[in-house]
């Protein structure tokens, strides 16, 4: 049973910074994908950045330049460093891992939100 604990989230004016961090626990194999999505008030959930298990990082534009996504591969634990922050950013954050086996193909996990809320 895989299980994703995220913290990291609060209330920071703009131009500031937040960490994001999330722990995944449960059987995992080396050959997956942990990555953070974002959902606003009356918006879809938009992927905010990816990083395989090798360390290839994917970002949104919008948040290009700005926010770094990294891991620890040994703690199974996903990292999202979020500088300059915006109004816009402000969202509920959400942790996932993809873990790819060889039979059972993809699995999708998700963690519980976290909020982050950027003031002008």
């Known amino acids: 049973h895989v299980q994703l604990q995220a913290c990291g989230g609060g209330l920071v004016q703009a131009g500031g910074s937040l960490r994001l961090s999330c722990a995944a626990s449960g059987s995992i194999s080396s050959n997956n994908l942990m990555g953070w999505y974002r959902q606003a008030p009356g918006k879809k959930r938009e992927l905010v950045a990816t990083i395989t298990s090798g360390g290839s990082t994917n970002y949104a534009d919008s948040v290009k330049g700005r926010f770094t996504c990294s891991r620890d591969n040994v703690k199974n634990t996903v990292y999202l460093q979020m500088n300059s922050l915006k109004p816009e950013d402000t969202a509920v954050y959400y942790c996932?891992?993809?873990?790819?086996?060889?039979?059972?193909?993809?699995?999708?996990?998700w963690g519980e939100g976290t909020q982050v809320t950027v003031s002008s």
């Open positions: 996932n891992l993809v873990i790819y086996r060889p039979v059972a193909g993809a699995s999708n996990y």
